[in-house]
């Protein structure tokens, strides 16, 4: 049987490295994608030091060629295209009034436009298989959050994009479902306490206190629920999002 292969968006750190290594634990090989390639090679070199298999890519998931290019080359490389997991990001907070058409566009095309381009490309090879699955990532800021207007609207389109895909691709064996983290101790969090003038740790104690579960994420606790759907223990849940939070919406 050949190595079941994994395809991980915004890989080289944070939550998305946290999924990658998972991956490769479940026996995935893994196509370690970034917008920075030195990153992603990195990455990738970790784990295969660690006896997994991994390459790195470099690619923008909002620029089109990029991304049929770096699909191309996974299965080229990698043999063939079984999960896709969809989690680069990027943050562009603002309140409204103060808030720039390219801040808009910016996190728009990474989120939103970066997610379809993915999975169109993806799903030609899924569809050849009968098999698949993708995982989006969503957020609970997808139910409002202020000063997140771009990431609020780009998040809940992902929702959507979920729902949708799950009902045109589920006849090909492709299930689509989407994770909704919380608060999770990454390099994003921490930019947005630096942004806020607070210290990090301030931060997260802050989150920790009026989460139900009394912590923030970490990395790790997302990648878990994405091996899970990704896995054929989900073989019959697909148009999902599961919300990661520790409760913090409820
Ligand atoms: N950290 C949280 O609290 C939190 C909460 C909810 C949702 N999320 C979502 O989880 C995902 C990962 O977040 P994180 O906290 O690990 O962020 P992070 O900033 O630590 O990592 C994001 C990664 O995405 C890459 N990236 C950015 N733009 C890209 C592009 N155009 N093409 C390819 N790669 C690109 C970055 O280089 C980086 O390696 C994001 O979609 C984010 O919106 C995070």
């Not at 098999?131 to 609020?152: K, P």
């Not at 990454?186 to 139900?212: F, H, N, S, W, Y």
Request: include cysteine; hydrophobic fraction near 50%; proline fraction near 2%.
């Amino acid at each position: 049987m050949t190595q079941r292969t994994a395809f991980v968006t915004g890989a080289a750190r944070g939550i998305g490295a946290a999924t990658a290594a998972r991956l490769v634990a479940d026996g995935f090989a893994v196509a370690v994608v970034d917008l920075d390639p030195d990153a992603a090679a990195a990455t990738a070199d970790t784990l295969t030091a660690a006896g997994g298999t991994a390459i790195g890519l470099g690619c923008d998931v909002a620029e089109e060629a990029q991304v049929e290019a770096a699909v191309a080359r996974t299965v080229a490389e990698l043999g063939s295209l079984d999960v896709l997991v969809n989690n680069a990001g990027v943050l562009r907070d603002n309140l409204l009034f103060k808030m720039s058409v390219d801040d808009w566009d910016t996190v728009l095309a990474v989120h939103l436009r970066g997610a379809f381009l993915c999975s169109r490309a993806a799903q030609r090879h899924m569809v050849d298989n009968r098999h698949g699955a993708i995982v989006n990532t969503s957020s609970v800021s997808a139910l409002g959050n202020r000063g997140q207007a771009n990431y609020a609207a780009a998040k809940a389109g992902i929702q959507g994009l979920t729902r949708t895909l799950a009902m045109e691709l589920g006849p090909f064996g492709i299930r689509v479902n989407a994770v909704a983290p919380g608060f999770i101790a990454t390099e994003m969090t921490a930019a947005t306490a630096a942004r806020m003038g607070v210290d990090a740790e301030d931060l997260q104690a802050k989150t920790a206190e009026i989460t139900p579960l009394r912590r923030v994420g970490t990395p790790a606790d997302i990648a878990g629920v994405v091996s899970f759907l990704a896995s054929d223990d989900a073989g019959f849940v697909t148009g999902q999002t599961l919300y990661v939070d520790g409760g913090r919406r409820l």
